[in-house]
């Protein structure tokens, strides 16, 4: 029998959460890496919204779904860790039950390695406790901890998580040399050359999109973000292979809508994103198309603005952060004058509707006045686009994190305390303002949908 690996997407531990095409991308490309290794592999999504357990249970209330796959989770409400206690919101558990978890764990036969990923620094409580109770039912079997929280905060991961090994590095073929210093050996040598085969959606018990990579890294350097330090170097994959697996969810599994996770989707478009969206468009295959992490306002002409609307994109979200462009100079230098009101007019003349086209304005920097939040706010409104706030989280490995520390009205050694929803770089005046400027800015949205 082929050895199992168990592999865990954990809970979410937050005030608030929803599914806007969230999966675990890197977990997935782990799974088809290790079952092309000949490994057999079973997937545990805590954020599975369609869990047949879960959903056969009528005195549970059913997440709502909303729009191309996007919607709630299960939720729990459960009492805040101590370090949060003073917050005056309430605090839950997304996901399924923690019975289902565990009869997911038992309903296996002894894994070879349970693989456990995490997103979000400030949701580690989710993978510590995946961990612990993969732990109480598979004592003695070796517990790896990957993913973004794994990376940035390895130390606290180290010292917290209870996993035997903590990864560095993201590459899915390094899991195998972890699972190796375990004494696990893969039934069959990784392919040489390797090509990366697709991320094992098929794992998912209803796949309702497929979230897209084609690219890793980002050419900018914004002082707030964590791209360069996850994927140092800028890697493409080729845009006939991309279309190969649009085409392959979309025919075997009936998929038709896709979320871009690219950090830089639209650089180089001449030779990368425009050849698969000239492809797409020719097929007519009727697929839809989102970007929920910021496209680069620049890159978006006229003629881009045109073959995203004819190949099928339908949620655009730019990257604007603010309209105060002196603000710009430090963080990144990605937008000067002009370029949004262009981008803005080339999407809408290209058909996107204004609910369609949303701008991303960052809120709680370090130093940010209230006034240019309002004022960005304001400015995306005039122009024909949706404002959608974006708190900044402090992010440890980035430039701007010792910044973040000296401002901070919490210690940040503690990740529970990198939460946006704290905005913990503002204070209490700015705080007071958040409530009037989420009114403002969901005035708009009304007014726009
Ligand atoms: S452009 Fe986006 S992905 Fe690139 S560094 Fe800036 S925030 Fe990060």
Known sequence: MKPLLILINPWIYDFAAYDLWSKPLGLLYVAAVLRNCGFQTHLIDCL???????TGDPSIKTPKRRLYGTGKYWRK????????????????????????????????????????TSLMTYWYPGAVEAIALAREHHPGVPVILGGIYARLCNKHARKHSGADSVATVSDPGSFLETLERHGIEAPEPLPNPYPLPYPAFDLIKKIEYVCLLTSTGCPFRCPYCASHFLNPEMNRRDPAEVLGEILYWHKDFGVRDFAFYDD?????????????????????????????????????????????????FRTIRLGLETSDFALHRNLGNKVAEGDFERAVGNLLRAGFTRNEIGAYILIGLPGQSMDSVIATIDFVDSLGATPYLSEYSPIPCTPLWEKAVSYSRYDLSEPLFHNNILLPCWRGAQIAEVPRL????LKIRDKNR
């Open 264 to 312: 830089a989707l639209l650089i180089s478009s001449d030779t990368h994103l425009g050849v698969l969206l000239e492809d797409l468009e020719r097929l007519r295959l009727g697929l839809r198309f989102h970007t929920p992490n910021a496209l680069h306002v620049r890159e978006v002409t006229a003629d881009m603005a045109t073959l995203m609307r004819r190949s099928g």
């Open 77 to 116: 409400e459960i009492p805040k860790p101590a370090p949060l206690r003073d917050i005056s919101r309430s605090y839950s558990v997304y996901g399924i039950s923690r019975k289902i978890f565990e009869k997911e764990l038992k309903s296996n036969q002894r894994p070879a390695a349970i693989l456990v």
């Open 48 to 54: 599975d919204t369609h869990h047949p357990l879960m």
């Open 438 to 441: 989420k009114k403002h800015v």
